[in-house]
């Protein structure tokens, strides 16, 4: 994908003297800032993008604020699969593309929170939430957590009524 600031980005690795930064290369520059700043990368970056870091022995999967750009996993006992597309993910696992019909259902008409990423529609494969960034490693259990709450950016005024028209 892109990222809008990957300029600043690299300026700040450079100030925190990171100095083999390749300033032109996006790639490197997300796996350098993950050496630095860890997870905490991810609230940093802005734009269009789906990435996956790893340390090789986990994979570290996340999306842009607004989930732009998809990405979808499956793990199991020995191994972590995440592609950008459902099918790469059922070709390396080898699982078939059946339906979760719960997942389509909700789909299409919906659910009580709406404000959840929309599932995959194949049973076996699962979808990294936008704005979150998603920990996976063979044989344990998948952790999700949002790096990007957009609360501080929405107007909460406790003005009353009168006072707004006023």
């Given at each position: 994908?892109?990222?809008d ?16 930064i390749d300033g ?11 050496r630095v ?8 970056m802005?734009?269009d ?19 732009s750009?998809?990405?979808?996993f499956h ?5 972590a699969?995440?592609a950008s597309?459902v099918k790469?993910?059922?070709?390396g696992?080898g699982?078939s ?5 719960d ?5 299409f008409f919906?659910?009580?929170?709406d404000d959840?990423?929309p599932?995959?529609?194949i049973?076996?494969?699962e979808?990294?939430?936008?704005a ?11 952790q999700?957590?949002?790096y ?19």
């Amino acid at each position: 994908g892109t990222i809008d600031n990957h300029d600043d980005l690299v300026a700040e690795l450079r100030s925190a003297d990171v100095a083999s930064i390749d300033g032109a290369n996006a790639a490197c520059t997300v796996s350098q800032a993950f050496r630095v700043w860890g997870e905490d990368t991810c609230s940093k970056m802005r734009g269009d993008f789906a990435a996956v870091v790893s340390d090789g022995r986990r994979l570290w999967a996340f999306r842009d604020h607004l989930g732009s750009s998809p990405l979808f996993f499956h793990v199991d006992a020995k191994r972590a699969f995440v592609a950008s597309e459902v099918k790469q993910v059922t070709a390396g696992t080898g699982i078939s593309r059946e339906p979760d019909l719960d997942a389509i259902t909700s789909l299409f008409f919906g659910s009580e929170r709406d404000d959840r990423e929309p599932p995959c529609a194949i049973a076996g494969v699962e979808r990294v939430p936008r704005a979150s960034v998603t920990v996976l490693a063979p044989g344990a259990a998948v952790q999700t957590s949002r790096y990007w709450d957009p609360s501080a950016l929405i107007e909460s005024s406790t003005l009353g009524r009168a006072e707004v028209q006023e």
